[in-house]
């Protein structure tokens, strides 16, 4: 049977968020049903709800940095047990057969014919909700194929480890790809939900750690939270001081940025990854490529073996999120902060509050 659920949506774009039920589906034989104890609030519920990536289905109930404890399991699932505590993250389904799903990398599907692609955990068309759009995190349950739910190690506590399942690995997945480790020089700009995940991540995973941050106000949090070196990008010094420095940067700036000072800030054969999205376009001059044989690249989430690898790894190495746990009330107003960069490091929603 189908469930009416609490949850807090969105009507139009620029709209608030509003309580609203939503129905749940019934779960078949091989999904799990999850009590929603946390959601992490990502910078992309509000590009995506301000209409900064285009057209997007609504009511739409957003959410996708998805913790909670399994309620139910159909009789097919074998990975998950009734008081388990898991995770959801941005992808709730994928075509399974294409070259990407093959390899693991869900978030690259490229579909199927029948699916289009991996379907994203709010707005996304999951044939096992006959393509109506899927509703995400905001709300107090979600049923999930048990191949897209991530188990939660226990010793991580739920509200902490909610912003790993986006903020997390799409931070650990580049850091892993470009071999960040021991000897390697890695710079992240922006330190937000994104880039404060991924300075510990970086840390942990060995390599020398610098911030790139719009001033120095976050300097002493940043140094606690991992990197050897801390610099303000309002200052033109830096440009001058790091030339030439870093095996890899990772822009998590959610606004546009002349990528050109950033590419000058790294060594030969040096790579720049976009993981931030603006609204607009950024241009690069080719100069800034050829000098250095440099890389611009990007990379999108995780997928979901690599999902579960990040969460072993945090769980292993003691990391979570820096978090301001919230009311669902009070969620406008945490969107608010996020858009003037006032988060220390994320917004959490405490469920309970629906
Ligand atoms: P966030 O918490 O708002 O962090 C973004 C940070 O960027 C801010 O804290 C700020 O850091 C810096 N920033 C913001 N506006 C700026 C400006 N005008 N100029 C320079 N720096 C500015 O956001 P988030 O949740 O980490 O997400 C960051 C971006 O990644 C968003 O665009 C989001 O949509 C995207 N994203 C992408 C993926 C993916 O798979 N590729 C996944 C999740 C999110 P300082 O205060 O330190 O300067
Ligand atoms: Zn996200
Ligand atoms: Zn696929």
């Not at 009734?82 to 995770?87: F, R």
């Not at 970086?202 to 001033?215: D, F, I, K, N």
């Not at 945090?314 to 858009?339: D, F, L, M, Q």
Request: hydrophobic share 35%; net charge neutral; charged share 20%.
């Amino acid at each position: 049977m189908s469930m009416t659920v609490k949850a807090y949506g969105v009507t139009g774009f620029n709209e608030p968020v509003k309580p609203v039920t939503i129905q749940r589906r019934a779960p078949d034989a091989n999904d799990v049903v999850i009590d929603i104890k946390y959601t992490g609030i990502c910078h992309s519920d509000i590009h995506i709800t301000r209409g900064e990536w285009g057209p997007f289905p609504f009511p739409l109930v957003i959410g996708h940095e998805i913790a909670g404890v399994v309620r139910s399991v159909g009789k097919n699932v074998t990975k998950f047990k009734v008081g388990q505590h898991v995770g959801v993250g941005c992808l709730l389904n994928s075509c399974r057969s294409c070259e990407s799903c093959k390899d693991g990398e869900e978030q690259h599907c490229t579909g199927d014919g029948k699916i289009n692609g991996g379907v994203q955990t709010y707005g996304g068309q999951d044939p096992k909700e006959n393509f109506a759009p899927t509703a995400g995190g905001y709300s107090q349950m979600i049923v999930v194929d048990q191949d897209f739910v991530l188990n939660i190690p226990e010793s991580l506590p739920l509200d902490k480890v909610a912003p790993l399942l986006c903020a997390g690995i799409t931070m650990y997945s580049p850091l892993r790809h470009w071999k960040a480790g021991p000897g390697k020089r890695v710079a992240i700009i922006g330190l937000g939900g994104l880039g404060h995940a991924g300075v510990k991540i970086a840390r942990a995973l060995g390599a020398e750690v610098t911030v790139l941050s719009q001033s120095l106000s976050k300097k002493e949090q940043g140094l606690k939270l991992g990197a050897d070196k801390y610099f303000a990008t309002a200052d033109p010094e830096t440009f001058t001081t790091l030339k030439g420095h870093f095996d890899l940067i990772i822009n998590t700036v959610s606004a546009n940025l002349d990528l050109n000072q950033y590419t000058s800030l790294l060594r030969r054969n040096g790579s720049l990854v976009e993981v931030g999205i603006p609204e607009h376009p950024m241009s690069v001059h080719a100069f800034s490529l050829v000098a250095g044989r440099r890389s611009l690249a990007g990379s999108c989430i995780g997928g979901i073996k690599e999902t579960q690898e990040m969460l072993d790894f945090c769980a292993e190495h003691g990391i979570t999120a820096e978090i301001e746990t919230i009311p669902a009330s009070y969620i406008n107003k945490a969107w608010e902060r996020v858009g003037k960069s006032d988060v220390r490091f994320r917004f959490v929603i405490d469920i309970s509050t629906i």
